[in-house]
């Protein structure tokens, strides 16, 4: 049995953009929930980064219960640097609050000097044992039909003979289908019924890196140069390079490339055509895009590719190299340039390499 306290809040998170252009108008938000038996019904809040910005805000929350606060005074700098941003609630119900030990937190941000377009990852797990998987397919190429310049997909295999183990064990879905959308959202539904919004809502979060390279093809070896330019000064990074070597138009002769097809005959609905295609579709009727094979620098990205310490303008390089298997078709194969936070395993930007 416990006994709450009258006005007592909690700060249990807080939400600011990870990179923010300079000059521009940020939202921080404050995720504060009611630990109290009173309902709170205004709130004192706090960001401090060398000056106090003390706001009160009306707001209704129930006991038990949680919301977010936008807080009304913007975060904007016009200077290049990482800045750390103290966060408290200061009073709950124009009093003090009864236990203030859980009022507190810290948030950063980065002010980058040029934001740069972002490349939606989709990552999406799939099999030919998986009856559903055929909606991944669909999904994937819908939104390569309507958004073929903002996102990159990328079919990692489950359990079938395109199955690269470390693709699938770092990706580690917990469902088929399903996706990792930047290393951020995890295990979301493929489907064509909603892709697209994954994508429309994540290619405008901010950037401070453009990402560029080539790759070349000689014999069964590629290399892949890359490049990425960043626009923040920060003297204690975390991030990664890493390269996805993919294949379009891959085919097999063998059972293990074969489609299981849960959508046949249209009882659970309409889904690209595969509505008209047996139960199992043979694999001569089979063609699979966006497969991932091989992992340059591993799925969490090679050590050593960016420096502790970048400035703004400064520029990072790498090149990797693979041996392109036999069977594989070197005209299909693809490169895509990831820049991974190794702080949290998250993309923070991708570009698609020119050949």
């Given at each position: 049995i416990e006994t709450l306290q009258d006005n007592n809040?909690?700060?249990?998170?807080?939400?600011?953009?990870?990179?923010?252009?300079?000059?521009?108008?940020?939202?921080?938000?404050?995720?504060?929930?009611?630990?109290?038996?009173?309902?709170?019904?205004?709130?004192?809040?706090n960001w401090n980064d060398g000056t106090d910005h003390t706001a009160?805000?009306?707001?209704?929350?129930?006991?038990?219960a949680s919301t977010t606060i936008t807080h009304p005074t913007k975060v904007s700098y016009s200077d290049i640097n990482t800045k750390n941003?103290?966060?408290?609630?200061?009073?709950?119900?124009?009093?003090?609050?009864?236990?203030?030990?859980?009022?507190?937190?810290?948030?950063?941000?980065?002010?980058?000097?040029?934001?740069?377009?972002?490349?939606?990852?989709?990552?999406?797990?799939?099999?030919?044992?998986?009856?559903?998987?055929?909606?991944g397919m669909v999904g994937l190429n819908k939104v390569n039909t309507d958004y073929?310049?903002?996102?990159?997909?990328?079919?990692?295999?489950?359990?079938?003979?395109?199955?690269?183990?470390?693709?699938?064990?770092?990706?580690?879905?917990?469902?088929?289908?399903?996706?990792n959308v930047d290393r951020e959202l995890k295990g979301v539904d493929p489907g064509p019924s909603g892709i697209n919004n994954f994508v429309t809502s994540r290619k405008n979060i901010p950037t401070p890196v453009k990402l560029s390279g080539d790759y070349s093809i000689t014999g069964t070896q590629l290399t892949a140069n890359v490049n990425g330019q960043f626009f923040i000064n920060n003297p204690?990074?975390?991030?990664?390079?890493?390269?996805?070597?993919?294949?379009?138009?891959?085919?097999?002769?063998?059972?293990?490339?074969?489609?299981?097809?849960?959508?046949?005959?249209?009882?659970?609905?309409?889904?690209?055509?595969?509505?008209?295609?047996?139960?199992?579709?043979?694999?001569?009727?089979?063609?699979?895009?966006?497969?991932?094979r091989a992992l340059l620098g591993g799925y969490q990205g090679q050590d050593g590719s960016v420096p502790a310490a970048v400035t703004d303008g400064s520029t990072a390089s790498y090149s990797f190299n693979y041996t392109i298997p036999a069977s594989y078709v070197a005209d299909n194969i693809h490169a895509v340039v990831l820049l991974i936070d190794s702080n949290d395993g998250t993309i923070v930007n991708a570009a698609k390499l020119t050949k």
């Open positions: 809040a909690k700060l249990v998170s807080s939400n600011i953009a990870k990179y923010i252009a300079a000059g521009s108008q940020n939202d921080l938000k404050f995720t504060v929930k009611n630990v109290g038996s009173n309902p709170i019904t205004s709130v004192e809040l009160t805000i009306a707001t209704n929350i129930a006991p038990g941003l103290n966060l408290s609630i200061t009073k709950v119900n124009n009093g003090t609050d009864s236990n203030p030990s859980d009022n507190t937190g810290l948030a950063s941000t980065s002010v980058a000097s040029q934001i740069i377009p972002k490349k939606v990852v989709l990552e999406e797990g799939t099999g030919t044992w998986c009856g559903w998987c055929p909606r073929p310049n903002d996102q990159i997909s990328i079919a990692v295999h489950n359990n079938d003979p395109m199955l690269v183990n470390a693709y699938d064990g770092g990706a580690a879905f917990s469902g088929f289908p399903g996706m204690n990074t975390n991030f990664k390079l890493a390269v996805i070597v993919t294949e379009d138009g891959v085919k097999g002769t063998t059972s293990g490339y074969a489609q299981k097809n849960y959508y046949a005959g249209g009882g659970n609905g309409a889904m690209g055509g595969f509505e008209n295609l047996p139960a199992t579709v043979p694999a001569a009727q089979m063609v699979y895009d966006h497969v991932g």
